[in-house]
């Protein structure tokens, strides 16, 4: 499976992005996809996942209402939307995903055998 995130920039404090993973290698629908973010210094952090196409998403507390994570099966490509975006979103984001990850692994980054290579997102104050 590999994975490349894209989407990732500089915005102030208020605005919005939408990352963009593009999957490919295994069946896209049956594939559990996250996102996670890690910023300087931090260690990576859950944001959202889901465990295949058409579930109900998982997200942290810290960007639920801000953030919606959303695939296009057609596309193979898993989108993470995100608005009013603070300071403290800073980070850089990567997706993952693996085969047969259970759902209470889900927020577990561990828990994932492939990674993107992270897509830079900055948020001015």
């Known amino acids: 499976v590999q994975l490349q995130a894209s989407g990732g920039g500089l915005v102030q404090a208020g605005g919005s992005l939408r990352l963009s993973c593009a999957v490919s290698g295994r069946t896209f629908r049956s594939l559990a996809v996250g996102w996670f973010r890690q910023a300087s210094g931090k260690e990576r952090e859950f944001i959202a996942a889901?465990?295949?196409?058409?579930?109900?998403?998982l997200y942290a507390d810290s960007v639920k209402d801000r953030f919606t994570m959303s695939r296009d099966n057609a596309k193979n490509t898993v989108y993470l939307q995100m608005i009013s975006l603070k300071p403290e979103d800073t980070a850089v984001y990567y997706c993952?995903?693996?085969?047969?990850?259970?759902?209470?692994?889900?927020?577990?980054?561990?828990?994932?055998?492939?990674w993107g290579q992270g897509t830079q997102v900055t948020v001015s104050s």
């Open positions: 889901t465990k295949k196409s058409g579930a109900t998403p």
């Open positions: 993952a995903a693996d085969s047969t990850l259970i759902t209470s692994s889900l927020a577990t980054a561990t828990a994932y055998d492939y």
